[in-house]
Structure formats: C-alpha cells, structure tokens
C-alpha cells in the first residue's frame, strides 16, 4: 500500500524528533473528540498492524499481547498487505507513514505511525467506478483513499542521518520500502513502541482527546525526589540552525543540561533502555520531541507507558538547562503534595 502525504516536516530542523502521540478527530492540528459513530466504528474493528520487517512477527505480537488492550489485533506484513483485500470488513490499521516534498528553497519530510480507517463502501465505489472508466491511475487511487479515510492518531517517528541523505535524491516509493525493510528510524525499537502502544491503548479506552500541545503534571512525579531519571544518549545531539546541521557533543554538554536539575539522572544508550522495558522493569526517562521550533518533552513510566510530565515549549531548536530546572520544581512540588 502506497503511503499518502498528510502533513510535512521541515527538512532545515532536527531529525531526531522523537514520537509523541496525539489522539483527536485532527490529530495534526487540533484536539477535538472523535465522532461518536466514528469512535464506535474502531471500537468494533480488528487492528491490522503494518509494520517494518526489521522485526519479526513473533516479536510485534510480543510487545502487542502486552500492550494492546482496545481491539483484537492481527500483524500483516507489508509486501502481503492490500487494503482492498480488507474492504468487507470491520478493520482499523496502524502502518508507516512518511513522504518528502521539495520545493526551490525548502524541503520538507514527515513520518510517522498513524492508526486509520476507511469509509469501506464509498471506497469501494469510487475504486470500482475510476477502474470501470480505465481511470485508475495511480494518484487517483491515492486520492480516492485519502477521501476516505480518517486519521484517528499518530505518533511520530525520526529518521537517521542516512536515511535522510537518500529522501534528498530518491522518490516516495523507494522510501516507502526502506521505511518497512531497514532500520531507518532513531525511536523505532521493541521497548519504545510498546510504551507508545501502551499509551494509545489507554487513550483510545475513551474517546477524551488528548493532544501534543498539551503540558501536564503526574503526582507520580514525586517518585523522582528519590530514583533516577534516564536520559537516553541522544540528547548529546545539537542543532545548528545556521548550518542546519546536527552536531554530537561531548559528555560535558549533557551534563550541562542538568546542572539546574537537582535530582539524580542516568544516561543510558536507546538499545538499553529499549531492552529494559521489554524485560518488563519499572523506571522513569525522559522522552524528547522536536518539531520545526516546537520541542516536546516527556517523562515516561517504563512499565505502564504513562506520560506522567510533558511539556510543549515553542520557539527554539535544543534543549536548555531551564527545561530541566522546570522538571526539578514539578518534582519538588509533587513530593510536598
């Protein structure tokens, strides 16, 4: 299945910005609850999971079986995916989803995991009719599933550096293929995407909204006054924004980061943290997003995948020892609760 452009990410910003879910009937732009009717259409559904091959099956039911709560599931595939073969029934998708559009001063790149569904009947006409016509060309088919469908929520994902270097010369379809063959993405890995799951199918319980423009503070904060936060080993990558360019810096620049923030924090590698969820220990890090100027930041719980903190903070390219001066105060002030 083709992946469709639904909203772009400037190219001249980081590409570590990491996933961040948001659950509303405009999931890009607003927070505004589901239609009823719409919402009972996924509650009813069978999920089909669409995702890379870098992982097995075996592996994405794993982290499914304890995560996914909100509708049975079953894990497809994407080289034996066709949506069409899912048109006569009660089916809801989560895949990878990511284009490139270039203009003569910008360019611009987005990729996420989104969880859709299809208007099944008005799709199947409208397909039916462009191939009854000998119309059915390959924008047409993009544009007709793009009319029906809705997008239900999203959580973004960030590519690497190589990656990135080959969006700049190839086309949409290449990249499509190496989204779901190659480990391509900073966050995509068997511990992240369980939390991300974790969360989503907690959201997805109700139909309450729940939006990245968003700040919130957990009292469950207060349990860091006394266990460590870890800090995952990206956060020594700095933007240039005159170079457009990302850096990796000394150890030094880290810990610069925490010199406002009066608890104890630990740096572990992304494959660590990863592998100590999977393995089912409970413990708090830290989870940061950036988005042209806008930076989202997120304290996560390992073992439950709730976001007990985060914070939308526009206007800026890279963290600042302020951000975790911010976190500290939250911290102090839960634990006097």
């Known amino acids: 299945m083709k992946k469709l452009l639904l909203l772009v990410f400037l190219f001249f910003v980081s590409f570590y910005s990491y996933s961040q879910i948001s659950f509303s009937s405009k999931p890009y732009s607003g927070s505004k609850k589901i239609k ?33 709560k909100v509708t049975p599931f079953k ?23 990511g284009t490139k559009v270039s203009t003569p001063k910008t360019f611009y790149l987005y990729f996420n995991a989104r969880l859709v569904i299809y208007n099944n009947e008005k799709l199947k006409t409208k397909l039916k009719k462009l191939r009854d016509s000998d119309k059915l060309t390959k924008k047409k088919y993009k544009k007709a599933i793009s009319n029906n469908s809705d997008i239900l929520a999203l959580f973004y994902l960030s590519p690497k550096d190589n990656f990135v270097n080959k969006i700049i010369s190839d086309d949409i379809e290449d990249i499509v293929n190496e989204m779901y063959t190659k480990e391509v993405f900073q966050n995509y890995k068997p511990g992240f995407l369980k939390n991300y799951f974790q969360k989503l199918s907690n959201i997805l319980e109700t139909r309450d909204a729940y939006w990245l423009y968003e700040d919130e503070k957990s009292k469950e904060l207060a349990k860091l006054s006394t266990e460590p936060l870890y800090i995952p080993s990206y956060l020594n990558i700095k933007f240039n924004p005159l170079t457009a360019k990302d850096r990796i810096m000394h150890s030094e620049y880290t810990e610069d980061l925490f010199k406002k923030y009066k608890y104890e924090f630990q740096i572990e590698s992304v494959n660590k943290i990863s592998d100590r969820i999977m393995n089912k220990e409970e413990f708090y890090y830290f989870r940061y997003c950036r988005m042209n100027t806008d930076r989202f930041l997120q304290i996560v719980n390992s073992l439950t995948g709730e976001i007990i903190y985060r914070k ?17 105060n939250a911290i102090k002030k839960a634990s006097k609760k």
Not at 39 to 58: A, H, M, Q, V
């Open 312 to 328: 939308y903070t526009p206007l800026g390219y890279n963290l600042k020892s302020k951000h975790f001066k911010a976190i500290s």
């Open 75 to 97: 894990v497809v595939n994407e080289k034996d995916f066709s949506l069409e073969n899912y048109l006569d029934g009660n089916y809801s998708f989560i895949d990878l989803y």
């Open 36 to 68: 009823k009717e719409t919402y009972e259409k996924f509650k009813g559904s069978t999920t089909i999971f669409i995702l890379s091959s870098t992982y097995s099956k075996e592996t994405y039911e794993k982290i499914l079986n304890e995560s996914w």
